[in-house]
């Protein structure tokens, strides 16, 4: 597994993490290993998200939506992305989360409608909306009027129009708080085919001004045909159009955005990629965390893998906590390598304030109990020292040691 270094606007507000992940592919009916890795980011962010914005916010409310939310339960019995969000807001304890699931298909929100009743009868805040998320946003985020707002989007096949949710996040959740974040499922599949369309000159073809609907534009086509290259390289246009599709969408909203391809295997085409945006360093830093533990689950999911390319995550006779061991020591080395050179240049660093930096080559597999251990070894060793301590590791004020400043 490769991670490339973080993408950033010249001189702007957001930066861009692309990171491979290999995931396998399946059916809504089963929690495949590509939902284990999704709803493992979903079920720790939204816990870590609600905890961090609901103790200040206005009567401690924080508003959670899933836009498609699908039956909410799969069914064997596990929970989907919608109870995933439910769970959470029934374990909150330091916010009151008001959950929000819309579901198109009538079929699928009667049994949605059901999983909400048992949490509404447990005391849960929560609701359950049948239609198009789009025909429901702006209720939605009159709603949550003061108080912060967590988006996730998980279509299947095309996702909401650009302009919708551009106008949402740049207009009625301007910049400052309450906080506004989105997660989303930006659709590789859907790419590939709307590309292949274009590449064939089959412009009558529905893909093609739904996918302008969701790029806000028909930019994104003559950026698919460069990417496609002679060599009609599919991967290659996927990844060139998420990542200027979350460049547009994070400029337009003041917004910082992160990229994640999910793969079925690391050699393999993305299936999709997850679009994180937030304006809160924080947010950055706590999605890191969720990221790297998510992926770890992930790899347990999976198995060992064979593989001979170049990007295999396996060799012959590894075992899942081999590679979990060998890259978080990987990662640690590389974190104290970041917290050094931090210091150097600024000298007093409030970690979450240098978060790109801190986690620079490592984000997505380094977590906090990563930087915590390099931390204390870059102390141990004289580079750094702990100025401040803080609840939470990115809180942590550190400066120069006396190795440094000899």
Request: proline residues 4%; aromatic residues 8%; glycine residues 10%.
């Amino acid at each position: 597994m490769t991670i490339s270094s973080i993408y950033r606007q010249p001189g702007g507000s957001w930066g861009e993490n692309i990171m491979a992940v290999g995931t396998t592919s399946g059916l809504l009916d089963h929690n495949h290993s590509q939902s284990v890795f999704k709803h493992a980011i979903l079920q720790r962010y939204i816990g870590a998200y609600t905890a961090m914005v609901g103790s200040t916010s206005t009567g401690n409310r924080v508003a959670v939506v899933d836009g498609f939310a699908g039956r909410g339960r799969y069914p064997d019995g596990k929970p989907a992305s919608g109870e995933l969000i439910l769970q959470a807001a029934a374990r909150a304890s330091r916010a009151i989360v008001e959950a929000t699931l819309v579901e198109k298909n009538r079929a699928d929100y009667a049994k949605l409608k059901h999983v909400v009743d048992e949490y509404v009868a447990k005391g849960v805040h929560a609701v359950a909306h049948h239609g198009p998320v789009h025909t429901h946003l702006s209720n939605i985020v009159t709603a949550a009027h003061g108080i912060p707002l967590f988006l996730f989007l998980d279509p299947c096949g095309a996702g909401l129009p650009f302009d919708d949710l551009s106008r949402v996040l740049a207009g009625e959740r301007r910049p400052g708080r309450p906080s506004t974040e989105v997660l989303l499922n930006f659709n590789a599949d859907f790419t590939r085919r709307a590309t292949g369309a274009l590449a064939a000159s089959r412009h009558e073809h529905d893909s093609l001004p739904a996918l302008d609907r969701v790029c806000g534009g028909t930019w994104w086509r003559d950026e698919a045909l460069k990417a496609l290259g002679p060599d009609r390289n599919f991967e290659r246009v996927a990844e060139t159009i998420a990542r200027a599709y979350t460049k547009r969408l994070a400029n337009s909203t003041g917004m910082q955005g992160i990229t994640v391809p999910v793969k079925r295997r690391v050699s393999h085409q993305p299936v999709y990629h997850l679009v994180f945006l937030t304006r809160s360093p924080f947010g950055i830093w706590v999605f890191a965390d969720a990221l790297a533990r998510a992926r770890q689950e992930w790899l347990k999911a999976l198995g060992p893998q064979e593989g001979d390319d170049e990007n295999a995550l396996f060799t012959f006779g590894d075992s899942v906590k081999d590679v979990i061991k060998q890259e978080q020591a990987k990662a640690r080395a590389r974190i104290g390598e970041n917290l050094r050179s931090a210091v150097a240049r600024r000298g007093r660093v409030k970690l979450v304030d240098e978060v790109w930096s801190i986690f620079d080559g490592v984000y997505g597999i380094a977590n906090d109990t990563t930087v915590s251990m390099a931390l204390r070894l870059t102390v141990e060793e004289g580079a750094v020292r702990v100025i401040e301590e803080a609840r939470n590791i990115r809180g942590y004020v550190i400066g120069p040691g006396p190795q440094a400043i000899r």
